[in-house]
């Protein structure tokens, strides 16, 4: 079955980068793009960006431009999301799901989420 | 504020009907880009509910229904089961932000 699975969760201190892995499995994984979205706690779904598994293309949202870079290996089947400067605020689930926003198909399926605090 | 309007809350009783809008604008939903909907259970990954404005995945029971018209949406459950108690969510992409829009959510209760 089509399945994401994420890395673990991780602690981090203010002004430090994450990077988050997203290991695809049961499709061809070139075949469609892989979006991020982020959760804070107790608050509703943000769109983060996506990236094109095919070419490597990108469209982040404007508020985490220039923090954030999203990257495949396709050699493994595996998306990766890096968020560099973490401030606090940052504290969320970070969830990667198949496809692109302007798809007809929607997000499915998504990853289990990966928990990301962010505290001194 | 999300560019994509949904109440807050919304509850019913077991077997009764509710439905969830989902309210956006001419540069979204009203400029024809599809409207999706995710079931988020409680301390799980958000679950894709309907595609396309009204297609069901394999899955996804008949009692949840999705509709399009103009700049909004609506997502509808019948036979409501306590099972159906959790968040929900709209998304739809927006041409003149060029981003992907959520709604803010709406939280079902089933009394």
């Given amino acids: 079955q089509v399945q994401l699975v994420q890395s673990g969760a991780e602690v981090k201190k203010p002004g430090a980068s994450v990077k988050v892995s997203c290991k695809a499995s049961g499709y061809t994984f070139t075949s469609s793009d892989i979006s991020w979205v982020r959760q804070a706690p107790g608050q509703g779904l943000e769109w983060m960006g996506w990236i094109s598994t095919y070419n490597g293309n990108t469209n982040y949202a404007q508020k985490v431009q220039g923090r954030v870079t999203m990257t495949t290996d396709t050699s493994t089947s595996t998306a990766y999301m890096e968020l560099r400067s973490l401030r606090s605020d940052d504290t969320a689930v970070y969830y990667c799901a198949k496809g692109s926003g302007s798809s007809p198909h929607g997000f499915d399926p998504w990853g289990q989420g990966t928990l990301v605090t962010v505290s001194s | ?66 509709s399009k018209s103009g700049t909004s949406a609506s997502l509808a459950i019948t036979g409501l089961q306590a099972e159906d108690e959790a968040d929900y969510y709209c998304q739809s992409y927006d041409t003149s932000l060029s981003v992907v829009v959520f709604g803010g959510g709406t939280k079902l209760t089933v009394l």
């Fill in chain 2, 1 to 66: 504020q999300s560019v994509l309007t949904q109440p807050p809350s919304v509850s019913g009783a077991p077997g009764q009907r509710v439905t969830i809008s989902c309210t956006g604008s001419s540069s979204n939903i009203g400029a024809g880009y599809h409207v999706h909907w995710y079931q988020q259970l409680p301390g799980t990954a958000p679950k894709l509910l309907i595609y396309g404005n009204s297609n069901r995945p394999s899955g996804v029971p008949d009692r949840f229904s999705g």
